[in-house]
């Protein structure tokens, strides 16, 4: 009979032939599959990582874009008209806001929490800059964004109720998002409107800068946050709302340099 010292002896030579220590080493596959497991829990860190920076970056230029109207309006209360201003971008944006906040709650959608918080605060600045146009607005426009709140509501009352009583889960979420989607492309659409104005007039009073740079950078960051996600109905409105965003830049720096020339001319051109 082969005594066990034999046997190691044996394990040993073998082992040694492909380079090994001589003792089976049982753990190896252990710590291989240990190193995966926190490679990969890595991996799943940073990416969640990532995804919660955009979407708090997203949050955080939404809310300058939210504020930014505030000159606007201040100017609309001092001199007691809302001037040559249009409401259709805020309308726009309160319709599109409780539309994604629709989107992001738990009845629709799963994981996307920052599109929440930023549309309900988003969806009380609208009404408010809706609210104070409406008061400071000549009749005709008075009446005209008056019904068109009141459309709006009832337009995101008839989508909630559809979306609950027709449609299970999976369906409801596909019908919320492509909602959704058609409601930031005709936010980020609306300020075409004022684009004309501004090149009809040569000038960019009317065009806010600061309006325009903060959408530009919010939609980017959802932009990379939806990409993160693998979300269609987030990644889709806003690579339009990029590429609308850097038209408007383009245009405000074109039209305002156009502005300084023409102020840098003589008022009084002499000939001797």
Known sequence: MLSSDYWRSGDRKEAAEFGGSGDRDISHPLRLMTSLV????????????????????????????FVSPLPTFR?????????????????????????????????????????????????????????????????????????????????????????????????????????????????????????????RTRSVEYMPFYLSLSMSLMSVSFLAYGLLLDDFFIYIPNGIGTVLGVIQLLLYAYFRKRSRDECRRPLLVTHT
Request: proline share 3%; charged share 5%; with cysteine.
């Open 75 to 199: 100017r609309i209360v001092r001199n007691g008209s809302t001037e040559q201003f249009s409401a259709m971008p805020y309308i726009y944006s309160l319709l599109s806001c409780l539309v994604c906040v629709w989107y992001a709650l738990p009845f629709v959608s799963y994981g996307v929490f920052l599109v929440a918080t930023v549309n309900t605060i988003g969806a009380a600045f609208q009404l408010a800059y809706t609210a104070v146009f409406i008061a400071y607005a000549d009749t005709k426009n008075r009446l005209k964004v008056s019904l068109l709140l009141v459309g709006v509501f009832s337009a995101f009352g008839l989508i909630v109720y559809v979306s609950m009583a027709l449609f299970d889960h999976k369906p409801r979420q596909a019908l919320v998002g492509y909602l959704s989607v058609a409601s930031l492309i005709c936010m980020f659409a609306s300020p075409l409107s004022i684009i004309n104005l501004v090149i």
């Open 38 to 65: 926190f490679s990969a829990g890595a991996s799943s860190y940073q990416h969640d990582l990532c995804c919660y920076g955009a979407g708090i970056a997203g949050n955080i230029f939404a809310f300058v874009l």
